[in-house]
C-alpha cells in the first residue's frame, strides 16, 4: 500500500481568526480517514520548486471534501501562503491520511477507553476539533474535556461551534485557558497554563481516561510532562508536536 | 513535476540542493516522539544486546563511558520533513558494542524506555555507520533529545535513531517497530524519500 499524491481543488475559505483559516479542499478519490490524522500538502511554483508541510485533518470522514485549518506563522515559507494567497479553485497536491497513532474514533475504542481528555495549545486543536466533532456525528456520550490554552480570545479557533457543542453535546466539557489576555470577567488572570493547573483541570489519572496532547512542540513537552507528574502513565498519552521553539 | 499552485512561489534556500527530496533546512531542533518523555536514573541505566539464541550483554552508564568515544558530526533528517546539518555528538560506535557479540542475525529491533521500538538492517549499524551518543555539541543530551542515551544512525531518517535506547535485539527475521507498523517505510532511506510503507 503505497500513499499516493491526490490533485486537491479549494472550494471554500473560512476565516476562524485574524491569523487562522480553514481551507475546504475537493480531493476525488480519497480514500479516508480517522479523526486525529493527517495530511502532507505539496506546493509547486511555476519553474518546478516544490516545498511539503504537514496539516491535520479537521473533521471527520466526509468522503471527498476535506478541511485543513492552517495558523499563518509570520515568516513562514508555506503557512501565510495557505491563509492569505491560495484563492477557491486554485490546486495543490495531497497525500494521506498520514500517522496511525494519534488517532480516535467513537467507534475503535468503544469499552477500552472510556474518557478522552483532550488538551490544546494554539492550533494544536484541529486534530481534537475532528475528535469533537466525529465525537458529535455519531451522537457519541463518550466523556470529553478539551483543555484549549490560547492567548487572547480573539485566538479561539471554531469558538462558535466548541461554544455551541459545549452546550448541546452531553458530556463534551471545553476549558479554555488565557495566555497573554483572559475575557471580561473570567476568574482565572492571563497566564501560562503550568504542570500544577492542567493536574487541577485534567481527570485524575485512571485506566480509563486516554490523553491526546497537540500543539507546538514546546506547549506539547511541557502539558505532556504535567500529565506525568500528576499520575498519568506514559502509555495513556498520545502527543502531536507541530514543530516551532 | 507536480501540479502548479498559480502564485506559489516559495522560499529557496541555497542549502536546497545539499537536502534529501521534500526537506527543508531548520536551525532548531525540533522533537517528535509518540508520547512523553520518560525520565530514566543513570543510576538503573543498561543497554543490553541480546543475540538470537537469547545471549544477553549489557553494559551499565560506567561501562558506556569506559568506551572509546567519538565524536561524529552529522546531518539529521526527520520524516516530518525538517533537516539539521552539521550535529555534532559524542558516544561510542555500534562497532565497538557489537565486536564481541556472535551473530549470524540480519536484522535489529531496538528498544526504548518507554517502550519504543524501531527496526533496521544490522548492516545499518556496522562500519561507522552507528552510535549510542549521550552528549549533543558538549553537552549532556537533554532527555527531550533522547537522553541519557540515544542510538545515531544519521544516514536514515530521524525515527530510526532511537531515543532513550535500552537495547537491541539481534533477529534471523524481520520485525517492524512502533512507526514502521503504524505505516512508516520498513528502511526509511531520505535521499530516495522512503517515507511511508511502499515509497
Ligand atoms: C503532524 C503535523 C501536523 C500539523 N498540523 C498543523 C495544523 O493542523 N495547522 C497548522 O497551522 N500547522 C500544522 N502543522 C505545522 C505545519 O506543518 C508547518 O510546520 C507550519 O504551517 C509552518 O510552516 P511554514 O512553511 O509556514 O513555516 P516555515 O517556513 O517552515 O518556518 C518558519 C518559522 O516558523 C517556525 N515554526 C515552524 N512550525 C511552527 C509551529 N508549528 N509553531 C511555531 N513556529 C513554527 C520555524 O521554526 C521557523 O522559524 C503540523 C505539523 C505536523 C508535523
Redesign the interface.
Same mark, same amino acid.
Given at each position: 500500500?503505497?500513499?499516493s499524491?491526490y490533485?486537491a481543488t479549494l472550494v471554500e475559505r473560512r476565516a476562524e481568526t485574524p491569523t487562522v483559516a480553514t481551507l475546504v479542499l475537493r480531493v476525488p478519490g480519497w480514500p479516508g480517514h480517522l479523526p486525529g490524522q493527517h495530511v502532507d500538502v505539496?506546493?509547486?511554483? $511555476?519553474d518546478?520548486?516544490?516545498?511539503?508541510?504537514?496539516y491535520s485533518l479537521a473533521a471527520p470522514d466526509h468522503g471527498a471534501v476535506l478541511e485543513i485549518t492552517v495558523q499563518a506563522l509570520g515568516d513562514g $515559507?508555506?503557512s501565510p501562503?495557505l491563509v492569505e494567497?491560495?484563492?477557491v479553485g486554485?490546486?495543490?497536491?495531497l497525500r494521506g491520511p498520514?500517522?496511525?497513532?494519534?488517532v480516535w474514533s467513537p467507534v475503535s475504542v468503544a469499552g477500552l477507553v472510556d474518557r478522552v481528555l483532550l488538551v490544546a495549545g494554539g492550533s494544536g486543536v484541529v486534530p481534537l476539533m475532528a475528535m469533537v466533532r466525529a465525537r458529535h456525528e455519531a451522537g457519541s456520550t463518550v466523556p470529553m474535556r478539551l483543555v484549549y490554552s490560547v492567548r487572547t480570545p480573539a485566538d479561539v479557533i471554531y469558538a462558535d461551534e466548541l461554544d455551541r457543542l459545549a452546550k448541546e453535546d452531553d458530556g463534551l466539557e471545553v476549558l479554555l485557558v488565557h495566555t497573554r489576555e483572559a475575557p471580561p470577567g473570567s476568574g482565572r488572570p492571563a497566564g501560562r497554563l503550568s504542570a500544577d493547573e492542567l493536574a487541577t483541570l485534567a481527570w485524575p489519572p485512571a485506566d480509563d481516561v486516554r490523553a491526546y496532547v497537540c500543539g507546538p512542540?514546546a506547549f506539547v513537552?511541557a502539558a505532556?510532562?504535567g500529565?506525568?507528574r500528576a499520575g498519568y502513565h506514559?502509555?495513556a498519552?498520545?502527543?502531536e508536536?507541530f514543530?516551532? $521553539? | 513535476?507536480?501540479? &502548479?499552485? +498559480?502564485?506559489?512561489?516559495?522560499?529557496?534556500s541555497e542549502e536546497a540542493a545539499e537536502l534529501p527530496p521534500?526537506q527543508?533546512l531548520t536551525s !532548531?531542533f +525540533? &522533537?517528535? *516522539?509518540?508520547? +512523553?518523555? +520518560?525520565q530514566v536514573d543513570l543510576d538503573t541505566w543498561t543497554f543490553t544486546v541480546t543475540t538470537e539464541g537469547y545471549e544477553q550483554t549489557t553494559w551499565t552508564w560506567e561501562d558506556l563511558l569506559a568506551l572509546p568515544q567519538e565524536h561524529p558530526t552529522v546531518d539529521l533528517h526527520c520524516v516530518?520533513?525538517?533537516s539539521k546539518l552539521g550535529t555534532t555528538w559524542t558516544g561510542v560506535s555500534l562497532d565497538v558494542l557489537l565486536e564481541d557479540v556472535e551473530t549470524a542475525a540480519d536484522f535489529v529491533l531496538v528498544h526504548s524506555y518507554?517502550?519504543y521500538t524501531t527496526n533496521l538492517p544490522l548492516e545499518d549499524l556496522l562500519d561507522g555507520q552507528a552510535w549510542i551518543v549521550h552528549e549533543l555539541e558538549g553537552d549532556p543530551l537533554p532527555s527531550?533529545h533522547g537522553g541519557p542515551a540515544r542510538l545515531l544512525v544519521p544516514h536514515l531518517y530521524l525515527w530510526k535513531s532511537a531515543k532513550w535506547v535500552s537495547g537491541l535485539d539481534l533477529l534471523t527475521e524481520d520485525e517492524p517497530g512502533?512507526?514502521e507498523q503504524?505505516?512508516y517505510h520498513e528502511y526509511g532511506d531520505p535521499w530516495r524519500e522512503q517515507r511511508? *510503507?511502499? !515509497?
Open positions: 500500500m503505497r500513499l499524491w490533485p505539496r506546493l509547486t511554483a $511555476e518546478g520548486y516544490s516545498t511539503q508541510r504537514s $515559507e508555506v501562503f494567497g491560495l484563492v486554485d490546486p495543490v497536491e498520514v500517522g496511525g497513532w494519534f512542540t513537552d505532556a510532562a500529565l506525568v506514559d502509555a498519552i498520545r502527543t508536536r514543530g516551532g $521553539e | 513535476m507536480g501540479i &502548479v499552485t +498559480p502564485g506559489f512561489r516559495g522560499r529557496r521534500g527543508y !532548531d +525540533p &522533537v517528535l *516522539s509518540a508520547g +512523553p518523555t +520518560p516530518t520533513r525538517w518507554g517502550g527531550a512502533f512507526w503504524l505505516g511511508y *510503507s511502499g !515509497d
